[in-house]
């Protein structure tokens, strides 16, 4: 399905800009790093990855999947997800408010993982359970195809300065930031979202899990 093929490479992108991101903010205020790429980076997040990524993912594919697999929108997966969403909203309006202000060193950097790390167990949440499970069920569902929504034009400019960025500033890993697969590793599990067997599986979904483990 090339829209969930989509948005699979967009969170490439972003973890390739959020490399990109750690190595600018430990490095602001020093030599090789421009100040003015701070803005630049928030441009990026917030009008490619929340304007343009996270939007189609609310807008398009978790109505499809309320409407075609009949899926909860107020709780579970769908609910914890979109719930993520806006708490990175937030979490990047606390990080660009530094970033305006032209902060650096500890303060910065603890507001680039406070946005960062969510971001990330929120994308391997997405590429190892929602993905995956969206493929199947709206495939089961007869639903071949999702309408591809094109990048206005502040989203296609955001595109264009993740990519300079990160050509510009090789990525730093984050050794503690937690990554993983599963539900384990995404923020809201055994708290507003219980995981997807518990959350989204019928019975008949569990009576073959049950004949295949025996
Ligand atoms: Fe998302
Ligand atoms: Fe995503």
Redesign the pocket.
């Given at each position: 399905m090339k829209f969930l093929d989509a948005?699979a490479a967009e969170h490439r992108l972003i973890e390739a800009v959020s490399g990109a991101l750690r190595t600018w903010a430990g490095a602001v205020g020093g030599a090789g790093a421009e100040p003015e790429d701070g803005e630049r980076f928030m441009c990026f997040f917030r009008d490619f990855a929340g304007g343009f990524?996270?939007a189609r993912?609310?807008g398009v594919l978790f109505p499809a999947l309320v409407r075609e697999a009949e899926l909860g929108a107020d709780s579970g997966p769908l609910a914890a997800?979109?719930a993520?969403?806006r708490a990175m909203e937030r979490a990047l309006a606390a990080l660009a408010e530094l970033v305006a202000a032209r902060a650096s060193g500890p303060p910065l950097l603890a507001a680039v993982h406070g946005y960062l790390r969510p971001l990330g167990q929120?994308?391997d949440a997405?590429d190892s359970v929602?993905l995956p499970e969206s493929r199947t069920r709206l495939m089961r569902a007869g639903l071949l195809e999702l309408p591809e929504v094109a990048p206005d034009a502040a989203a296609a400019a955001a595109r264009a300065d993740g990519e300079r960025l990160v050509a510009r500033y090789p990525g730093t890993d984050d050794p503690e930031g937690l990554r993983g697969e599963g539900c384990v590793v995404c923020p809201s599990f055994g708290d507003t979202c219980q995981g997807v067997e518990r959350e989204w599986w019928s019975e008949l979904e569990w009576e073959d899990f049950r004949d295949r483990v025996g």
């Open positions: 948005i990524h996270h993912e609310e997800l979109t993520q969403h929120h994308i997405e929602l």
